[in-house]
């Protein structure tokens, strides 16, 4: 595995779900990551008993394990003096400091950028906000359901216009999966301007800049025709062939012929209808655009014909782009997913494993290798005695309360 932030040092200030994502990208990637959490409670993340429609079950807990593998975890109060000093210690070493506290909090700890520049002149400051750092609202927390899916306009783009409510975030940890990678993303390029420049930047990615880039096309195609973006259709009316159609067994079968005509001949021929070829319906571009309706009506009729397993097998042989709609748990028995790394066997504490998706960037063709997430405050004394404190020091901040 090509470990791309191998000596890059992490400070994570932060709860939840989108920031340490972020982290567990930079872990995943070779960096060393120190998890800040609160002495006795931890991150609040840890008490979620579901996230999405799926309960937090199981031998491990899933949940934590997506957004903090890889990483060490100290246990610090940095409403303390004596925390706070510690972790002015601990930022002196880093290289990043990542955190979604709100404004009000940074500044109650001592975590602006002046404080922590303060501690570290060459330190990356990285902030990730549920609705950008200027503006009335910058006060204000959110989640990725609210946020990025329904503020951002995914919500929108995803609810067909004879819905009876909105569409629901697909799942738990859904952008803020996308944003963490992003906001990884965004902390790799400011490392490397410091290399360059020798001055450290500032990185903000929110929720709602997240969804907004998410719906960029929809937007900007909105802003040009002066009208809002309209959900899809389940057929483009001028282009049957980008349609997603149901089979007998009830399945879903998505179509990616963006040509459209052009790709007609071969898909007739692949699913066994040459006469559709000479229908004069479809005998042109422009014919195939105007009885869209038409052709709709006979794809729908004949995927309806015969089960998913079936078209499976037609398809393959049809050199154009087409996919199955999967659930998780297909996805994840996916062979080009396995075949890729896009899986991960997780060492459990008791040496049993369990599967995680990797991060899905990989350097040299090799896949991450995630490891577990921290306990609360595991590796608090490790990461002292490599600060250079001893025991007895150790002790008086315990004493303190200002470390686990």
């Not at 154009?320 to 060492?347: F, H, K, M, S």
């Not at 899905?360 to 404190?389: S, V, Y």
Request: charged share 20%; aromatic share 6%; proline share 6%.
């Amino acid at each position: 595995m090509s470990l791309v932030m191998q000596g890059i040092r992490v400070i994570e200030v932060a709860q939840y779900v989108y920031v340490p994502v972020a982290t567990s990208v930079l872990a995943e990637w070779g960096a060393d990551v120190i998890k800040v959490e609160h002495p006795t409670h931890g991150d609040a993340y840890r008490g979620l008993r579901r996230t999405g429609n799926l309960a937090i079950a199981g031998p491990v807990n899933y949940a934590i394990e997506h957004a903090n593998r890889g990483k060490r975890s100290i246990g610090i109060d940095a409403a303390n003096a004596e925390g706070r000093r510690i972790l002015g210690e601990l930022l002196k070493t880093a290289d990043v400091l990542v955190t979604n506290l709100l404004p009000a909090s940074r500044s109650r700890l001592h975590l602006e950028i002046d404080d922590v520049r303060g501690d570290n002149p060459s330190i990356i400051y990285a902030r990730g906000t549920a609705l950008g750092e200027r503006g009335p609202e910058r006060n204000r927390g959110g989640f990725d359901h609210a946020t990025f899916w329904a503020r951002g306009g995914s919500q929108f783009g995803a609810t067909p216009a004879d819905a009876d409510r909105p569409s629901p975030m697909p799942s738990g940890a859904y952008g803020d999966s996308a944003a963490g990678l992003a906001l990884a993303g965004g902390i790799a390029a400011a490392l490397l301007a410091r290399e360059r420049t020798g001055k450290p930047p500032v990185v903000d990615l929110s929720l709602l800049g997240m969804g907004m880039w998410s719906m960029a096309s929809a937007i900007a195609g909105a802003l040009m025709q002066g009208e809002s973006a309209r959900p899809m259709d389940r057929i483009p009316p001028s282009n049957p062939l980008a349609g997603t159609y149901r089979s007998q067994d009830g399945r879903w079968i998505v179509l990616g012929c963006l040509q459209g005509f052009s790709q007609w001949p071969a898909f007739c021929r692949c699913v066994g209808r040459l006469e559709w070829i000479e229908d004069a319906r479809f005998a042109s571009a422009e014919a195939f655009a105007a009885h869209g309706t038409d052709c709709a009506g006979l794809l729908d009729a004949l995927f309806a014909s015969a089960p998913l397993r079936h078209w499976q097998e037609t398809l393959s042989g049809l050199d154009a782009v087409w996919e199955t709609v999967q659930d998780t748990l297909e996805v994840a028995r996916d062979p080009q997913a396995i075949a890729n790394g896009y899986l991960a066997q997780v060492e459990a504490a008791d040496a049993s494993t369990f599967e995680l998706v990797a991060s899905p960037i990989q350097f040299d063709e090799c896949p991450p290798q995630p490891r577990r997430a921290p306990e609360a405050g595991q590796h608090t004394e490790e990461i002292l005695l490599e600060l250079g404190l001893d025991w007895d020091e150790i002790n008086d901040l315990k004493a303190a309360s200002a470390i686990n």
